[in-house]
């Protein structure tokens, strides 16, 4: 069964068209509202944070009075990246938590994230529980004059996160001595990501840290690494750090200026987790996953299963076979042991924890060498055109000529009007050949 407001990660689209209204986000509220206050929970609170697009201005004070008018009581943080509003929501035993966000899309989407008490992300039944809420009749879920939600500002959300980050680590861990180029993509980690590293002595070289609510992931951030690359080189750095706008993803590079995708980060992670004996079950990747990845894992005897694409889905069958490693190659990883969701700056002190000892980031990130790998993405009018004869049967043909040889993977993207193409192959030729042929029967 589809959702038909939620996708892959949550709502996403362009500001003022479809479900990106201030009329949309008033229904969501209410509706959000009125399932968790239904869960008879004896506090009705929501948290709301958010990152740095001017739509979120237009956008969060329709999603407060939507929720306010369901009789729920709310904490506004403003800019915070969103593994910092599901701990939060955690830890101020909130019914839920909501991130106003497009993540890594430009400036003119926005969108939303909801996460349950627990800082989880929402499971399909739970959101198709709150869509019948949408499309219900609001007058039934307007809550009496008397018990009307009520509104605060909480301005050291970013303290709260960073508090909770480092009291994961010893109280001795320090990067004196460590020069890092970050990347905040202009985004939800602006403010934390920075301060976060300054405490901890680094010297920090930062990117992407003034946000005017336009640049959002402009030519910055882990959608646009040649920034750190660039910055690394120029600044003689250890490592660079990316983040995109919500700070839920991360792509590195070495101090050569060697992109390191997520693939690479979570084989670090792995080997060096069953070294130290805290790698539970194994490591849960994605359909987009490289191969080089699994056949690694595969070789150091730890288990590997793939999710569908999405940090969610990589979340809930962690929950369910009781792994505590997993993510995707875009830079969503999750550490079991530590969040709930994906963590771009939790990731990044993993990390560089493991680089405190001198080490260099091109010895430690540079795990395996990765299988060929073409992704192509198709803006399409109807997602479903993938579902037509003509165009599966091109997907038929490329698979065939691609038999034995690697693998295609056709999907429609859970938050953008595009169809993905990945083609996987020591054989370059071979993979733009098996895209081409589906390419033309698309368009």
Sequence with gaps: MINKYFGTDGIRGTVNQGNITGEKFFKFGLAAATYFKNQKKNKQVAIIAKDTRLSGYTLEPALVSGLASGGMHIFTLGPLPTNGLAMLTKLMKANMGIMITASHNPYYDNGLKLFGPDGMKLSDQIERKIEKLIDAKNTKQLTNPQLLGRVKRLENGNDKYIQILKNNFPKNFNLKGTKIVLDCGNGAGYISAPKLLKSLGAKVFSIGIKPNGFNINNKCGS?????????????????????????????????????????????????????????????????????????????????????????????????????????????????????????????????????????????????????????????????????????????????????????????????????????????????FKSINIIKKSIK
């Design 223 to 431: 959608t646009f690494p040649s920034k750190i690359q660039s910055a690394v080189r120029k600044n003689k750095a250890h490592v660079g750090i990316s983040f995109d706008g919500d700070a839920d993803r991360i792509i590195m590079c070495d101090e050569n200026g060697k992109i390191i995708d997520g693939d690479q980060i979570i084989a670090m992670l792995a080997r060096r987790w069953k070294l130290k004996k805290i790698l539970k079950g194994g490591v849960i990747g994605t359909l987009m996953s490289n191969y080089g990845l699994e056949s690694f894992l595969r070789n150091k005897k730890i288990k590997f299963f793939r999710s569908n694409v999405g940090d969610r889905y990589v979340k809930e069958k962690m929950k369910k076979l009781n792994f505590n490693l997993g993510g995707e190659q875009s830079g969503h990883i999750i550490l079991g042991k530590f969040a709930t969701t994906g963590d771009g700056l939790m990731v990044a002190l993993e990390v560089l924890f493991s680089l405190r000892k001198g080490k260099k980031a091109s010895e430690l990130l540079n795990v395996f060498r990765p299988l060929p790998q073409i992704l192509e993405n198709i803006t399409v009018k109807d997602k479903n055109v993938i579902a037509k004869t003509k165009c599966k049967k091109a997907i038929k043909k490329a698979n065939k000529l691609m038999n034995g040889h690697g693998r295609l993977l056709i999907r429609k993207s859970g938050t953008e009007p595009k169809i993905r193409i990945m083609g996987e192959s020591y054989d370059k030729k071979l993979i």
